[in-house]
């Protein structure tokens, strides 16, 4: 049987699954298997899934995964997050759109501390959203600086999503981390200018209103106790990382000892917020890392079945010149968020795009955060991007075309950035290269 209708059959099988709201690990296990017992061999076909339990997360790329998921749900469920937040809150003043920017530079922080986006967006949305609407905020400019800055969590180092994806495309761990600092902050900026665009076309999308007065002395005293310890553990793995002292492995183990000394600093470290993060830290890595099983099976059975080796062939071989094939699998990869969980977009496509960019000569690192920041895309792109369901889910009272319509200026923000780093690779593999992380 053709390589071409296999392929059809086993992407349909696993897409038939998805539609019918099968979870994406269990969907990709039962493609796996009756793959493999149609296709190839039977016995083949458990031996490869046994031996993906034993040994495809059994990397030591991998164990930042964890590390990084603790320290964030850690520094969530204790409250320290909600100190950084009251801390910006107060060096904003009565700036117009303040409670906007603030979710921008909040998200940034806390993207930097957590790498999680869901952790991200719910405390955004819990945090900041009934502040914007008890100050008559519009939609706009309520819902689309939270649902654009909750993402920011995958692209800001230290960040679980990046170290997933170099595990998977075995690349440079500190390098795509490192490599994501500037595209983040270009993010952001980005995410800053459509702000204070909306705002100066339509003030009344966030009418001023009275704050507190807050002296200096204030101001001083909460960076210093709210915030600097926060950024402290930033920085702490930041340079751990970018001068090689250690390993992001070992640099996500002393984030975490770091995080662990400022609660008990705060005095937080109670036992309901250790089983609170515990339980949350537990769920999301056994979440993550049965995907990674499934589809590093699903993996060996597209190489066995020689659908992935035949499609990198195929595509190496279209007319198409190399940048509009890098456009056009990050086109897909937006098209994929809209249906699918990051981790599973990353699963499934990048055993097939890693090959085709190396062989068109392109650095490996400069497009996965291109591919990073696609994802993100996806997943706040209307009608089914899953940050969209997450601060739905948070606000069952908002409206679906508010949700949609706020995200749509973000989106092309983020859009002009990926247009950016095509044009200009170094903004991603400056620092990385100055390190000598390539």
Sequence with gaps: MDWQIIGLILFGIMFLLLFLGIPVSVSLLVSVLIGFVVFVNPVLGVE???????????????????????????????????????????????????????????????????????????LLTSVLYPEMKKNNYSEALSLGPILASGGLAMIIPPSSQSVFYAAIAQISVAGILIGGILPGILMAIGYSLV??????????????????????????????????????????????????????????????????????????????????????????????????????????????????????????????????????????????????DNVAIMMITIPFFIPIVQSLGFDPIWFALMMLIAIQIGLTTPPFGLGLFVVKGLLPHAKAKDLYLSAVPFLISDSCVIALILLFPNIVLYIPGMMNLL
């Design 48 to 122: 490869h899934v046994i031996n993906s339990f034993l040994y495809s997360v059994a990397k030591f790329t991998l164990t930042p995964v964890p590390l990084f998921i603790l320290a964030g749900n850690l520094l969530f469920h204790s409250g320290v997050a909600m100190r950084c937040i009251h801390c910006v809150s107060k060096w904003m003043g009565a700036m117009p759109a303040r409670l906007s920017f603030i979710s921008v530079i909040a998200g940034t922080l806390f993207g930097a501390i957590s790498g999680s986006t869901l952790a991200s967006h719910s």
């Design 195 to 340: 702000i204070l665009l909306r705002v100066a076309i339509n003030p009344s999308h966030a009418p001023k209103y009275q704050v507190e007065n807050i002296t200096w002395k204030e101001r001083f005293h909460s960076f210093l106790v709210d915030l600097l310890p926060s950024g402290f553990i930033i920085l702490l793995m930041l340079v751990f990382i970018l001068f090689g002292i250690t390993t992001p492995t070992e640099a996500a183990a002393v984030g975490f000892v770091a995080s662990v000394i400022v609660v008990a600093g705060y005095r937080c470290l109670t036992w309901e917020v250790i089983k609170k993060t515990a339980i949350a830290s537990m769920e999301t890595t056994g979440m993550l890392f049965f995907i990674a099983i499934t589809a590093d099976a699903y993996g060996k059975l597209l190489a066995h079945t020689q659908v992935s080796p035949s499609i990198v062939k195929w595509v190496a071989s279209l007319d198409m010149a190399p940048h509009a094939l890098i456009v056009a699998m990050l086109v897909l990869v937006v098209i994929m968020g809209c249906f699918m």
